[in-house]
């Protein structure tokens, strides 16, 4: 491992609207300083020591992100998609922003595979733009723990300039009446929400108003986020295929104030899960309209095993046609095997035996 000086670089996070949110305390950055530093460093480091000098034929930033804990695989995926960061000075360029997310708790293996996941993060410049954005989004999340967690859901929010796109989307939510605790919510689990033009994040919540969500609940936020993924003509393709399936418009906005999430699906995912609880489960459309949280549960991995062991329960009549369909796809993993499985082990030997193949079946 390379034996750095470094240097502890205090900085203020930048100011964020007064409304509810107190202001981030200083945080303490840790990083190298500057490449003569490391050469020092280099020098008096002690024979033994694990630093790894590149062979003739590797390329110095190969050889620097082995070091780092990055595995072959992961160094290929990330030069592949990122390939000017063969071109990068390790130590003046890529170390900084590694020593960053390190100070930050994030173990090696943590940073290697969100760095693979956003590669360009690694020549964005560190104190205007990397730093920044990272303490706009403590500053409003509160805590460190918060704020990885954001930026594991999206590394790329930390490329942006929070300022201009962000902090514009956030004082709209808070304009309307949005909850402080919503807004963060969002920004942990969503943050890809807020970076998009104001006017059309204004539009958005117009329109996500005029369909009766009310901005004290967090569906407010979630329908926002819904809509601000798709286009508008991605979401009218969607509402022709609930259409096609028998949900009259007033059922669909039923659904989706229910469960935003309903919209989210593909249009291939939608036709997918309707096609299975109305033909082979013999469901009626308006049944799933009104639990719409079905549509978001995964067709092989969850609704098809679950689905075939209904199946067999209701041929076997130990089951009822109307027992609780969202329990019996949307509980746990135990639950499930405890209310429909175990029960039924004596009289339906073959039982578990055939969940578990739709169960494998679903991974291949």
Same mark, same amino acid.
């Given at each position: !491992? ?227 993924? !798709? ?134």
């Amino acid at each position: !491992m390379l034996l750095l000086r470094r240097i502890i670089v205090v900085r203020q996070p930048s100011s964020v609207f007064a409304h509810g949110f107190s202001e981030s305390p200083f945080k303490s950055l840790r990083y190298s300083s500057t490449s003569s530093g490391i050469a020092s460093s280099l020098k008096s480091a002690s024979p033994d020591s694990n630093s790894v000098k590149p062979e003739n034929n590797e390329k110095p930033v190969i050889v620097f992100f082995e070091n780092h804990g990055f595995s072959k695989t992961q160094i290929s995926e990330l030069v592949k998609k990122f390939p000017q960061v063969l071109s990068a000075n390790p130590e003046k360029t890529l170390l900084p922003k590694l020593l960053f997310f390190q100070s930050k708790g994030l173990s090696s293996p943590e940073i290697a595979k969100l760095v693979c996941g956003f590669p360009s993060i690694l020549t964005r410049s560190l104190d205007r733009k990397i730093i920044p954005a990272f303490d706009y989004i403590q500053a409003l999340l509160q805590t460190e723990e918060k704020t990885i967690a954001s930026i594991k859901r999206f590394l790329g929010i930390l490329t942006w300039d929070l300022q201009i796109y962000a902090r514009p989307n956030v004082e709209t939510l808070i304009q309307i009446g949005v909850p402080d605790s919503k807004i963060a919510t969002i920004l942990q689990y969503q943050p890809r929400v807020f970076l998009i033009n104001n006017v059309r994040f204004k539009e958005i919540v117009e329109e996500v108003k005029e369909m009766g969500f009310n901005p004290l609940r967090l569906n407010f936020v979630l329908a926002v986020f819904a809509m601000r993924a !798709m286009s508008k003509s991605t979401w009218r393709k969607k509402v022709e295929v609930y259409k096609k399936w028998g949900w009259p418009e007033e059922e669909i906005l039923f659904a989706f104030r229910r469960h935003p999430w309903c919209m989210m699906a593909s249009e291939d995912k939608i036709n997918g899960v309707m096609d299975f609880f109305v033909n082979k489960l013999g469901c009626e459309p308006s049944y799933i309209a009104k639990r719409p949280a079905l549509i978001s549960l995964s067709l092989k991995k969850r609704i098809v095993p679950r689905g075939s062991v209904y199946q067999v329960l209701l041929s076997k009549g130990l089951i009822k046609k109307d027992v609780n369909l969202p329990f019996l796809f949307e509980s746990a993993e135990n639950r499930f095997l405890d209310k429909f499985i175990d029960p039924h082990k004596k009289l339906i030997p073959g039982l578990l035996k055939l969940y578990k193949k739709k169960l494998v079946d679903a991974k291949r």
